[in-house]
């Protein structure tokens, strides 16, 4: 498995002679349809790697059954080792990891249900004979046993290459160029007064491709400076190709950070950060929006250990039947709903069942549910987070409607997929520093999904006329975003820690004191 460096997706494979090195070198420059001769091929961990022996053999539990696949490894044509490709791969690989043992762990409790003859939601299990069922669970697992060993493998190589990851991230196309030195723009041999520009796609806050302009020697024997410009604009175009490995237009457009449209080339100064555009207005970057997100949850009536008093308490259960529903089919609820059947945890319990509930996070039973109205036992757990913008009908989004708010006259903020879930001020504390490029500390209330009901001052608000938001029950704090975005992928997961909250809670917004100065973007 061979892919360009820095990249994640179009791998070929590439069939060679294991005894010669540049016989391999010549067929994967033929199948990546290179422009010039690979020259230099990487392990994930930017390794350089010269012979075959070196070459990784990919888990058996990432393959199918037949020859072994070595890889996978990255081809360069000269440039340094780009990780972001290896680390988009290497989190492409623990999320289908991650799903495919929770699929496993979940068929496997329904045969163990099943072995033991109780009710499974899996009715096909129901015609296995003991037997069958035996060997099915005796393959899951062998299976468990080898996804979580790839996992933790997977986890560790990710966690050696992310930091370099995000150092390329930071200092763009010019990572892999590191062994070039570097000639400083008003050198004698650049030729004159140069620029170095950071360009990205327009709509797209990536890796930036560098681009040295000499306008000095651009302008020579031209007059117009609109010709000059268009220069650029065709060097800008060629270089971000270069480095997002995507077809691109011809540029017609520039852009600042701002979305201000630069027209003179003059204007420009060394080491800014512009937008490439097509002829297209100004992309914002990025759109992050906010998300009503739900979980199922399992009660659980804790009488292990002996040492520790009984108590009631919600972990989150590895079960998603919830997809499966409508929105219609839900009601809130103020605490557990009392018609619950909790599944009691003790001595007698086994101990792997055991084992997963201790290692859980739990959840404060007091707080507002989403409720199954027939089905009392299926329990989710609402969750107020931000994320990037969904398409519509994507998969991962439930319901549907989860990205869209409702703002009615009473001042209440609800989920248009689930009315009956509105924004409010919790009674949790909130002291921390937001995340991001702005890192300042606040303190107040963290703000998350309650049940709606009426007249509570802490689930209404208020626009005021310079964008802000606040609540009626602590008018003199305002609506802030702290900074953390929900991510998918548990390791890029920003955790905005905040004491004294259970341990499943995890806050992207609070209401606190008014922020001034460029910081006050994060209550508007």
Sequence with gaps: MVYLN??????????????????????????????????????????EIKDFESIPVMDPCLQEAGTPVLGPVWASCGGGFSPSGACKFLESIITHLRK???????????????????TVELVALSSLSMAELDTNI??????????????????????????????????????????????????????????????????????????????????????????????????????VTSASSQSTKFARRLFDVNGDEIKDIYSLKSEQEIFVSTGEPFKMPYVL???????????????????????????????????????????????????????????????????????????DINSHWLVHKEKRDMVLYPSLIVSDRKKKGANDLWPAEAQLWVLNKGGYIACRGMPHMVMAVLDTRVDCETKGKSKIRVTGYAVGLQKRQEGNPAQQWRFTNDGSVYSMSQPELILTFLGAKYSRIEEEMVVNEVEGVPNGFVPHLAVCEKITGKEASLQR
């Design 289 to 363: 929006c906010l998300e009503a997100f739900f979980e199922q949850v399992k009660g659980v009536d804790m009488q292990y250990p002996h040492e520790s008093p009984p108590r009631q308490t919600a972990v989150f259960d590895q079960s998603v039947t919830y997809l499966e529903t409508q929105k219609t089919e839900w009601e809130g609820s103020i605490g557990f709903p009392a018609d619950y059947h909790w599944f009691t945890c003790s001595e007698t319990t086994k101990a792997e069942i055991r084992e997963e509930i201790l290692e859980s996070k739990e959840l």
């Design 6 to 47: 820095g990249q994640h997706t179009n791998c070929v494979e590439v069939i060679s002679d294991l005894k010669s090195m540049d016989d391999f070198l010549g067929s994967v420059t033929g199948k990546l349809a290179l422009r010039s001769h690979a020259r230099i091929i990487y392990d994930w961990s930017g390794k």
């Design 100 to 118: 495919s043992l929770k699929d496993s762990k979940y068929n496997k409790t329904q045969m163990m249900h099943a072995k033991n003859g109780e």
């Design 138 to 239: 005796s393959e899951l697992s062998q299976d468990i046993s080898n996804m979580s060993a790839t996992l933790k493998k997977m986890k560790n190589i990710h966690s050696e290459i992310s930091e370099d990851a995000k150092k390329e991230e930071d200092e763009g196309y010019s990572y892999v160029l590191q062994h070039i030195k570097e000639v400083d723009a008003s050198d004698n041999a650049v030729g004159g007064s140069g620029l170095k520009l950071k360009v990205f796609r327009n709509g797209d806050y990536g890796r930036p491709a560098i681009v040295y302009f000499n306008t000095r020697q651009a302008s020579r024997g031209i007059k117009d400076s609109k010709l000059i410009f268009e220069r650029l604009l065709d060097q800008c175009a060629s270089r």
